[in-house]
T-cell receptor, first 111, second 115 residues
Framework: QQPVQSPQAVILREGEDAVINCSSS?????VHWYRQKHGEAPVFLMI?????EQMRHEKISASFNEKKQQSSLYLTASQLSYSGTYFC????????????FGKGTLLTVNP | ETGVTQTPRHLVMGMTNKKSLKCEQH?????MYWYKQSAKKPLELMFV???????ENNSVPSRFSPECPNSSHLFLHLHTLQPEDSALYLC??????????????FGSGTQLSVL
């Protein structure tokens, strides 16, 4: 079953912060985050594993709450380059062969 | 440049045509994937190959036929498609052990339109 992402879309001004959430109805082993710009390939941001630590990619960080079966992506002091669609992928069995992705969150950062 | 190249970038085909999508990875990975990305829908996993053997097949209609002749190349053969098959088809690769900590490297996709 696919994870649910919220919000579906968010518009920011450069320098503002945002949080994107990813929730699942199943117990999770890992959560993956990717960003896709229009017309381009999705690009890996980070993976969070059950029992692992919070991860970071530049000024973007993420947490994984195993008990709540959810992950949050924190974008701090957003830059224009952060614009794109953010996808979370989840799996429950310890294999990336069974990743299920959410519908994505469209982030727009304006000057 | 992700190291995964897909051709063609765009494809228009009729329902009776036969065409193939090609994916090549230059990363030395052992696993390759086909995903379907439709508007307002999540990425859908179609097939996974590890060391040229199919390890996942997510109930994909038989009008889609994958082929993995070696660990660097992956094809998706298409025949008698339906208009609802119009979508962006993404290829990806990963190191190949199937671990939960493996990241995917995606190509830019083939935008397919079925008329």
């Amino acid at each position: 079953q696919q994870p649910v992402q919220s919000p579906q879309a968010v518009i920011l001004r450069e320098g503002e912060d945002a949080v994107i959430n990813c929730s699942s109805s199943k117990a999770l082993y890992s959560v993956h985050w990717y960003r896709q710009k229009h017309g381009e390939a999705p690009v890996f941001l980070m993976i969070l594993l059950k029992g692992g630590e919070q991860m970071r990619h530049e000024k973007i960080s993420a947490s994984f709450n195993e008990k709540k079966q959810q992950s949050s992506l924190y974008l701090t002091a957003s830059q224009l380059s952060y614009s794109g669609t953010y996808f979370c992928g989840t799996e429950s069995g310890g294999s990336n062969y069974k990743l299920t992705f959410g519908k994505g969150t469209l982030l727009t950062v304006n000057p | 440049e992700t190291g995964v190249t897909q051709t063609p970038r765009h494809l228009v085909m009729g329902m009776t045509n036969k065409k193939s999508l090609k994916c090549e990875q230059h990363l030395g990975h052992n696993a390759m994937y086909w995903y379907k990305q439709s508007a307002k829908k999540p990425l859908e996993l179609m097939f996974v190959y590890s060391l040229e053997e199919r390890v996942e097949n997510n109930s994909v209609p038989s009008r889609f036929s994958p082929e993995c002749p070696n660990s660097s190349h992956l094809f998706l053969h298409l025949h008698t498609l339906q208009p609802e098959d119009s979508a962006l088809y993404l290829c990806a690769s990963s190191h190949g052990a199937g671990g939960a900590d493996e990241k995917l490297f995606f190509g830019s996709g083939t935008q397919l339109s079925v008329l």
